[in-house]
């Protein structure tokens, strides 16, 4: 019911009791413009509690929570749920919806807008996330944090801080931290430039491993462990990086050359496993039965016979990555031939960054009309093949006018982070959709943070957000003594055995 404005509302809406629903309201028939939009998204029971405000701001809020019969109320200029309220409030709405009821105020007028729902589903997210912190490269890069938050509250933890080892002009670059299943104690990444090689972490062992080899093309770049081996498989890239003047996805990440590579974290051996000459190989990932590894690779005709970057330059869009996988034996740790898994190309697109669910059922990967860096393309969007049937589809439930890129699979396989620009087109944030046994996908919502505006004034991306289930222990300083150390060298070998 529609109730008539008075000029002064008597109601007195903030006092020692806690807030109260205002007396006397305008009722819209919209929804709330609120951010972020967490309007009839499904959230885990475990997530920390979901802020927001009104777009445009408000003198005022009051939100009503209701679950059966019981409810809760939040007010002030933004709403920002108690931690043990959110806790009571997800516990009684577990598999079911909870109803929140938005009132604001603007100058001496309430608005009541339409109700709205969240679902909280029983399956849990694990609880840590870690990202590269990071400005548009087309600003700078070396002011950036490997950081680590947790899920079901606010806290934020550096792993590692790049400038620990950068002084003045020797410049380094921090990237591709991955862990095996989930683990934090099994963890990796690089660092470029000025004392880089790759850091690897295995049950209480650090160590600084200097993969160049004249071999190899590059150190190893995009890693993905073995599910339970002592074993990552990169690609290995020269990779390069150009500005568009008129293009609106601003900058170009490409590869001029790049090989798969296998590397056995016990022997510290090194061998290939894909370098053929017209093939761009890269962004490996294991199936989870540890049995068949899954990649990219594009296939490039030289004209030029020098191998300049000029001629990738300007072919750029006609690079169009297809899906492939090979059979692997643990137990001779042999790799088979390749096989075509998706034909991306045949229909003038291009496909990266293959991740498997964690029950062997749905390969999500990102789809662009062109290259392999689709974190800069603006229409990059997520895909899912059912790998029982081959069927294969956008995921339009998850997908958004702006660019989604990077994508994990939690380790129960019901959520995927994925990395969108759908705020605003330039900067990367965290989003988390709940993924039915059907491989249907929940509206995506952003990463909660203590302060709703946060985002919005925080000027990083996040970049390659991973989930752990507990967090990385080893001290920032401490990883910076490991880095400032010589590097052990591989040893190339034409096969690996066990």
């Given at each position: 019911?529609m109730?008539?404005?008075?000029?002064f509302i008597?109601?007195?809406?903030?006092t020692?009791?806690?807030p109260r629903?205002?007396?006397?309201?305008?009722?819209?028939?919209?929804?709330p413009?609120?951010y972020?939009?967490?309007?009839?998204v499904?959230?885990?029971?475990?997530?920390?509690?979901?802020?927001f405000?009104?777009?445009?701001?408000?003198?005022?809020?009051?939100?009503?929570y209701?679950?059966?019969?019981?409810?809760?109320?939040?007010?002030?200029?933004?709403?920002?749920?108690d931690e043990?309220?959110?806790?009571a409030?997800?516990a009684?709405?577990r598999?079911?919806a909870?109803?929140?009821?938005?009132?604001?105020?603007?100058?001496?007028?309430w608005?009541?807008?339409k109700?709205?729902?969240?679902?909280?589903?029983?399956?849990?997210?694990?609880?840590?996330?870690?990202?590269?912190?990071?400005?548009p490269?087309?600003?700078?890069?070396?002011e950036?944090?490997?950081?680590?938050?947790?899920?079901?509250?606010?806290?934020?933890?550096?792993?590692?801080?790049?400038m620990?080892?950068?002084?003045?002009?020797?410049?380094?670059?921090?990237?591709?931290?991955h862990?095996?299943?989930?683990?934090?104690?099994?963890?990796?990444?690089?660092?470029?430039?000025?004392q880089?090689?790759t850091?690897?972490?295995?049950?209480?062992?650090?160590?600084?491993?200097?993969?160049?080899?004249?071999?190899l093309?590059?150190?190893?770049?995009?890693?993905?462990?073995?599910?339970?081996?002592?074993?990552?498989?990169?690609?290995t890239?020269?990779?390069?990086?150009s500005?568009?003047?008129?293009?609106p996805?601003?900058?170009?990440?490409?590869?001029?050359?790049?090989d798969m590579?296998?590397?056995?974290v016990?022997k510290n051996?090194v061998?290939?496993?894909?370098n053929?000459p017209?093939?761009?190989?890269?962004?490996?990932?294991?199936?989870?039965?540890?049995k068949?590894?899954?990649?990219?690779?594009a296939?490039?005709?030289?004209?030029?016979?020098?191998?300049?970057?000029t001629?990738?330059?300007?072919r750029?869009?006609?690079?169009?990555y297809?899906?492939?996988?090979?059979?692997?034996?643990?137990e001779?740790?042999?790799?088979?031939e390749r096989q075509?898994v998706?034909?991306?190309?045949?229909?003038?697109l291009?496909?990266?960054l293959?991740?498997?669910?964690?029950?062997?059922?749905?390969?999500?990967?990102?789809m662009?009309?062109y290259?392999?860096?689709h974190?800069?393309?603006?229409?990059?969007d997520?895909w899912?093949?059912?790998?029982?049937?081959?069927?294969?589809r956008?995921?339009?439930?998850?997908?958004?006018?702006?660019t989604?890129?990077?994508?994990?699979?939690?380790?129960n396989?019901?959520?995927?982070?994925?990395?969108?620009?759908?705020?605003?087109?330039?900067?990367?944030?965290?989003?988390?959709?709940h993924?039915?046994?059907?491989?249907?996908?929940?509206?995506p919502?952003?990463?909660?943070?203590?302060?709703p505006d946060?985002?919005?004034?925080?000027?990083?991306?996040?970049n390659?957000?991973?989930?752990?289930?507990s967090?990385?222990?080893?001290k920032?300083?401490?990883?910076?003594?490991?880095?400032?150390k010589?590097?052990?060298?591989?040893?190339?070998?034409?096969?690996?055995?066990r």
């Open positions: 019911m109730r008539q404005l008075l000029p008597a109601a007195v809406l903030l020692a009791c806690g629903i205002p007396e006397e309201y305008t009722a819209s028939r919209s929804l413009d609120i972020p939009d967490y309007i009839n499904t959230v885990p029971v475990n997530i920390a509690p979901l802020t405000e009104m777009n445009g701001g408000a003198d005022e809020m009051v939100a009503r209701t679950v059966g019969d019981t409810e809760y109320l939040f007010g002030g200029d933004k709403i920002q749920p043990d309220d959110w806790r409030l997800t009684l709405a598999d079911k909870m109803t929140v009821e938005v009132y604001a105020r603007h100058d001496d007028q608005m009541r807008y109700p709205f729902n969240i679902l909280v589903s029983n399956d849990s997210i694990d609880a840590w996330l870690s990202y590269r912190l990071i400005s490269s087309y600003v700078g890069y070396e950036l944090t490997i950081s680590q938050r947790c899920l079901e509250n606010y806290d934020e933890r550096v792993i590692y801080d790049n620990l080892c950068s002084v003045e002009g020797a410049g380094q670059c921090i990237n591709c931290h862990y095996q299943q989930y683990n934090p104690g099994r963890m990796q990444f690089h660092a470029r430039q000025n880089g090689g850091v690897i972490v295995y049950d209480g062992k650090v160590q600084k491993i200097n993969m160049r080899n004249d071999s093309i590059s150190t190893g770049v995009y890693p993905a462990w073995h599910p339970w081996l002592k074993l990552i498989v990169y690609s890239n020269k990779t390069h990086q500005f568009h003047v008129t293009n996805n601003k900058i170009e990440v490409f590869d001029s050359e790049s590579i296998a590397y056995d016990e051996e061998t290939h496993i894909e053929a017209n093939e761009f190989e890269v962004f490996p990932f294991w199936a989870p039965d540890g068949t590894l899954y990649y990219c690779s296939h490039f005709e030289r004209k030029d016979s020098t191998g300049s970057v001629e990738v330059v300007e750029g869009m006609e690079l169009k297809n899906l492939y996988k090979k059979a692997f034996n643990p001779t740790m042999q790799f088979g075509l998706f034909d991306a190309a045949a229909l003038n291009s496909a990266t293959p991740r498997i669910s964690p029950d062997g059922r749905w390969l999500v990967f990102t662009a009309s290259g392999v860096f974190i800069w393309h603006r229409d990059a997520l899912v093949m059912d790998l029982r049937t081959g069927s294969v956008p995921m339009k439930e998850c997908n958004s006018p702006e989604e890129s990077y994508h994990a699979w939690s380790s396989g019901r959520w995927l982070v994925i990395s969108s620009r759908r705020d605003d087109g330039n900067y990367t944030r965290p989003f988390f959709s993924v039915d046994k059907d491989g249907k996908a929940s509206k919502f952003e990463l909660p943070t203590a302060d946060y985002h919005r004034q925080f000027l990083k991306c996040y390659v957000p991973e989930f752990t289930k967090p990385v222990t080893i920032p300083q401490d990883f910076a003594d490991v880095l400032k010589e590097g052990v060298a591989v040893k190339y070998v034409p096969r690996l055995h």
